[in-house]
């Protein structure tokens, strides 16, 4: 027989784990799945220093297995699997398990997070986590009074230039084009700011180092006569070249903006509308999946509690 679950939550990053914590101390008997990275891109950096709550930083695996045992302890039964495939058409929802177990839902919490993008260059998940990192805050510190390259040329890139120029010696910004596609205010500050060198119509071609980054190959006016190639010493390469939210399995079903991300409600942040622009009742979003601007561990977490909060009223109307 098909197993029937109150309140489903896909994803086990900070907004997944905060759901079900909700979700469990609502007695809605949440089970979560966990995706095939247990902990979400947390798991892929080291230490938390801005989460509040640990004045000395945290671990930010230490942090996530906490999250989960705090969801276990209030009755969430958290799973291994990853939900392949769903269909939100009619009630109760249905939802396969890797491909192979179905089980129908009364509410879902969409927390399936996203991912930065990265090169595909051979070296970096080499260097992961030893000089190349997705995300600014969360490493940025680590590479004090060092020298930094920033790949990008979007408003997340020039954001984290300004970030990193605050912190270390020195900030390469290579954009491939030969223009900055970020907001015009965005330009203005990356360019007045001394600490930060725009190498325009610059590709990395490679990474080097001895166990940690030392330096990247780059390419300048890739695929053109006067191409050059050359080496840059820095400590740190921060991709800030987009997010992919894990929603393909969602495209179609749910209105998702021009990059995939999932739009929410205006008046709720959590309720989420079918592709006729209907929202579809108690299918929510919360985290970085619905984020495409803030992508903080802390912002996740809030709106995993506000999802939590949606659903335990909508199931609350349905049993009137
Ligand atoms: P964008 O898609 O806007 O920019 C990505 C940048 O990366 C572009 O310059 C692109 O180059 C470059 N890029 C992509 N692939 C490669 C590659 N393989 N090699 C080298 N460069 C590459 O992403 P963002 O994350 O910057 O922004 C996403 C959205 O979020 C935007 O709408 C942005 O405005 C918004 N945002 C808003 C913020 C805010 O309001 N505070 C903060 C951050 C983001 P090219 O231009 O050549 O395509």
Known sequence: MTEHIKCLIIGSGPAGYTAAIYAGRANLSPVLYQGIQAGGQLTQTTEIENFPGFPQGIDANQLMSDMQEQAARFGADIRDGEVTKISLGSKPYKVTIDDEKDVTADSIIIATGAKAKYLGLPDEEKYKGMGVSGCATCDGFFYRKKTVAVVGGGDTACEDALYLSKICKKVYLLVRKNYLRASEIMQKRVKEDENIEILFEHNVSGIFGNGAVEGINVVKRKGESNESNYQIAVDGLFLAIGHKPATDIF??????????????????????SSSTKQAIDGVFAAGDVCDPVYRQAIVAAGSGCKAALEAEKYLLMQAK
Do not use: E, K, P
């Open 251 to 272: 495209d179609g079903q749910l209105v998702l903006d021009n990059n995939g991300f999932i739009v929410t409600a205006a008046n709720s942040q959590s309720v989420v």
